[in-house]
């Protein structure tokens, strides 16, 4: 069964930075590609980043280019997203997600495919 557990959010004022975790197992984390969502209140789940199987190619959204960093530690099984000048509108719950999923509810980003879940750990930045 997957697992994905999140945790490193918090409260944060505009500039600051931090750095989300996101633990997984239940499955061969290294075989498979792995991303961040985040979801701000009244708005729709967006992509922000992806790391594919090999950990050495991203894909980022161009609104988090050069501030949101994903990183992957395979023998660990843990997945990273270091964010540095963080901005009011990065508030947000944000999601772990792990790619190689077929079925319905598939999700589509950076050309991989999403359907397991974390529950989310929420980021709150102010002004």
């Known amino acids: 069964q997957v697992q994905l557990v999140e945790s490193g959010g918090g409260s944060v004022q505009a500039g600051g930075s931090l750095r989300l975790s996101c633990a997984a197992s239940g499955f061969t984390y290294s075989s498979r590609c792995m991303g961040w969502f985040r979801q701000a209140p009244g708005k729709a789940r967006e992509g922000v980043a992806v790391?594919?199987?090999?950990?050495?190619?991203?894909y980022y959204a161009d609104s988090v280019k050069g501030r949101f960093t994903i990183s992957r530690d395979n023998a660990r099984n843990t997945l990273y997203l270091q964010i540095i000048s963080l901005k009011p509108d990065d508030t947000a719950m944000y999601y772990c997600?792990?790619?190689?999923?077929?079925?319905?509810?598939?999700?589509?980003?950076?050309?991989?495919?999403?359907?397991?879940w974390g529950q989310g750990t929420q980021v709150t930045v102010s002004t």
């Open positions: 790391i594919y199987a090999g950990g050495g190619s991203t």
């Open positions: 997600a792990a790619g190689g999923y077929s079925g319905s509810g598939t999700w589509y980003y950076g050309g991989c495919p999403f359907g397991d």
